[in-house]
């Protein structure tokens, strides 16, 4: 069974600055699938990234890139020039590639609060 | 509709009470998943439905779960006899055929009392 760890219940930053968000996790497939989602107060999980294990390169959508380290199964979150609306709850998740009864499901991190500070 | 839709959004019952919640995911996505989310934690997997089936159900907890999806849309999840550890963030995601996104509704809060 695959299991993902976030290590930091809690991160701050200061709006405009960065700071990265860390998720490990452990596996024996060799393909699948690793997301950041956020969790805002809405309770609604929002898809913030997204990177496939079989590229190398790591995946970027605007102020958000990850630092995928396949061989140390490291998956981290950088979310540059901060926002006040980046405050949120960070979900780490994995999902396997493979089809079966079980595709697409994911498994959840423990999560880690971001405050931004103005 | 536009998106994952969960009702109710909030629920408070008492012990041993039935409550039924409810999904409606997006229009034309046939695949269906129920997590719930304890506070303070990540969304476990409870079930997850292709169609009108349920393709797996590993996660349900013991058989006071159950969750039907009897047209292959609407989906609705049943707990007997709530206990107080049941409380929890129910969440339903859809996944799109075509890209394998997840959509998510904002969830039922239950709080069993």
């Known amino acids: 069974a695959q299991t993902v760890t976030q290590s930091q219940p809690e991160m701050s930053v200061q709006e405009a600055e960065t700071v990265t968000l860390s998720c490990t996790y452990d596996?024996?497939?060799?393909?699948?699938?690793l997301f950041w989602y956020k969790q805002p107060p809405s309770r609604q999980m929002i898809l913030v990234i997204r990177?496939?294990?079989?590229?190398?390169q790591n995946a970027t959508e605007n102020r958000f890139s990850v630092n995928f380290q396949k061989a140390a199964k490291s998956f981290s979150l950088k979310i540059s020039d901060s926002q006040l609306g980046d405050a949120a709850m960070y979900f780490c998740?994995?999902?396997?590639?493979?089809?079966?009864?079980?595709?697409?499901?994911?498994?959840f991190g423990q999560g880690t609060i971001l405050t931004v500070h103005p | 509709g536009a998106g994952v839709s969960q009702t109710p959004s909030n629920k408070v019952t008492e012990k041993g009470k039935y409550v039924e919640l409810r999904c409606d995911p997006i229009?034309?996505?046939?695949?269906l998943y129920w997590y719930r989310q304890s506070l303070g934690q990540g969304p476990e997997f409870l079930i997850y439905?292709?169609?009108?089936?349920?393709?797996?159900d590993s996660g349900l907890p013991n058989d006071r779960f159950f969750a039907v999806r009897p047209e292959g849309s609407v989906s609705t999840l049943k707990i007997q006899r709530t206990e107080r550890g049941d409380s929890a963030v129910y969440l339903c995601?859809?996944?799109?055929?075509?890209?394998?996104?997840?959509?998510f509704g904002e969830g039922s809060r239950l709080t069993v009392l």
């Open positions: 995601a859809s996944r799109d055929r075509n890209t394998g996104e997840l959509f």
């Open positions: 229009s034309g996505h046939t695949a």
């Open positions: 439905f292709q169609g009108t089936g349920a393709a797996d």
């Open positions: 998740a994995y999902r396997s590639r493979s089809g079966g009864t079980s595709y697409g499901k994911l498994t």
């Open positions: 990177q496939e294990a079989y590229k190398q």
């Open positions: 596996t024996s497939e060799s393909d699948y699938y």
